[in-house]
């Protein structure tokens, strides 16, 4: 099985030492995704609705680099810095995920990266 790492050039540059995503046979595995803004790097404003939309749409372009889409997308993982904003951060994904959404996880963390409040991970397969 041939593993390929790749990074995504219309997505936020990684603040860290880690790939966008790495590819090994008919699975994607997408690094966890912040509220970045793609053009400027910067923490998205807003609440956390509004920082679990950027996740997602980053996620996206993460995706379409690798040969894959949200809906090939088969197990996530969400981190949020509030369980209060739980019920927000759902909402939003819904409207990503409307029909047979992927298993998922959601863990409350004691911080994230760059001071954001969401963090969005993936496994997906290819198209």
Same mark, same amino acid.
């Given at each position: 099985?041939? =593993?390929?790492?790749?990074?995504? @050039?219309?997505? @936020?540059?990684?603040?860290? #030492?880690?790939?966008?995503? +790495?590819?090994?046979?008919?699975? +994607? !595995?997408?690094?966890?995704?912040? #509220?970045?803004?793609?053009?400027?790097?910067?923490? *998205?404003?807003?609440?956390?609705?509004?920082?679990? =939309? =950027?996740?997602?749409?980053?996620?996206?372009?993460?995706?379409?680099?690798? &040969?894959?889409?949200?809906? $090939? *997308?088969? $197990?996530?993982?969400?981190?949020? *810095?509030?369980?209060?904003? !739980?019920?927000? +951060?759902?909402?939003?994904?819904?409207? !990503? !995920? @409307?029909?047979?959404? #992927?298993? $998922?996880?959601?863990?409350?963390?004691?911080?994230? @990266?760059? &001071?954001?409040? *969401?963090?969005?991970?993936?496994?997906?397969?290819?198209?």
């Amino acid at each position: 099985m041939n =593993r390929h790492v790749g990074n995504a @050039p219309d997505a @936020p540059a990684a603040v860290g #030492p880690y790939s966008h995503f +790495v590819t090994a046979g008919d699975l +994607v !595995f997408v690094s966890g995704q912040i #509220p970045l803004d793609p053009a400027s790097g910067t923490l *998205v404003a807003g609440d956390a609705a509004a920082q679990a =939309r =950027r996740c997602l749409e980053n996620l996206k372009l993460v995706l379409a680099a690798a &040969g894959s889409s949200l809906d $090939r *997308v088969c $197990r996530c993982g969400l981190f949020l *810095v509030d369980m209060a904003d !739980f019920a927000a +951060v759902n909402a939003v994904y819904a409207e !990503f !995920f @409307p029909h047979d959404p #992927p298993a $998922r996880t959601t863990l409350a963390v004691a911080a994230l @990266p760059a &001071g954001a409040r *969401v963090e969005i991970e993936a496994i997906a397969l290819r198209a």
